[in-house]
């Protein structure tokens, strides 16, 4: 069993060499076969860092574009990629760039997968009962992530307490069937990834993990990203209703672009 690791990265010289060699480094410790790919959009000394760590790590690769794909396409873009390559056995998933996930939990989230077969995937979690948070977020991101999980929660009926922690790990077998339903490619992308899990009828398993709070740095914008995921959210469920089934993808298409410029 092999694991490949997608990492979406866009201007991340300052934290990027450090998430890759944690994750490198534990998983050697555990003795778990790993495969990470980075999928940069970057503009600033990304991408020669990452070639040059890989240059010493044959298990590193990097994919460039030119053209700013959002986080979901950039993951969708390495899930494709990992696919092709991956056995039947094998788990595919992602993890953010700030390593707000330590390796560690993810390594714990794998084991867990690999012990319960009935369970298709694993994602990362920061509010459940044994979660903890590490460092201070700030109030109006933890109201803004509450009140985005209860919107997710009324509109699709998904039990999870946080569909958007950056970490998720998926049985191949599944994820090649999930993956061409996906539509959303911005920061809702998690929201597409667990309906359409739950519509293929996959179960998954809501992880607790210890989470680091990553402040510096961050790409999060509230004022501009938030109103973008709730309007992205409010339009993939429409889309998915009989209103949708009307709505010409040409029309669907113009307003997701426009709500992505924002």
């Known amino acids: 069993m092999k694991v490949f690791l997608i990492i979406p990265a866009y201007n991340e010289q300052g934290r990027i060499q450090n998430t890759l060699k944690f994750y490198v480094g534990v998983f050697k410790d555990e003795g778990i076969p790993l495969k990470i790919i980075v999928v940069s959009e970057s503009t600033d000394k990304t991408n020669r860092i990452i070639s040059n760590f890989a240059l010493k790590h044959s298990n590193v690769s990097l994919i460039y574009t030119k053209y700013r794909l959002g986080k979901g396409g950039a993951i969708a873009l390495g899930f494709s990629k990992a696919l092709k390559v991956a ?9 953010d760039a700030d390593n707000a996930v330590y390796a560690s939990e993810t390594v714990s989230m794998i084991k867990y997968l690999q012990q319960h ?38 509109l699709f009926g998904l039990g999870y307490s946080d569909t958007q922690c950056g970490a998720k790990i998926f ?13 959303i490619m911005d920061m809702s992308f998690d929201v597409n990834i667990l309906y359409s899990a739950s519509r293929l009828g996959f179960k998954l398993k809501e992880f607790p993990i210890k989470y680091r709070q990553v402040n510096e740095g961050t790409k999060l914008v509230m004022r501009k990203q938030i109103p973008q995921m709730f309007v992205a959210t409010l339009g993939f469920r429409l889309s998915r209703s009989r209103i949708g089934s009307v709505v010409p993808d040409s029309l669907k298409g113009y307003i997701y672009n426009k709500v992505r410029k924002w």
Not at 87 to 95: H, Q, R, T
Request: net charge positive.
């Open 87 to 95: 056995s039947e056995k094998d788990i595919v998933g992602f993890v």
């Open 117 to 154: 077969k009935e369970f298709s995937g694993v994602i990362a979690s920061r509010y459940l009962k044994d979660s903890s948070i590490i460092g201070k977020m700030q109030l109006s991101r933890r109201i803004a992530s509450r009140a985005y999980n209860l919107l997710v929660r009324t």
């Open 171 to 183: 049985r191949k077998k599944a994820l090649k069937k999930i993956l061409p339903t996906l539509s």
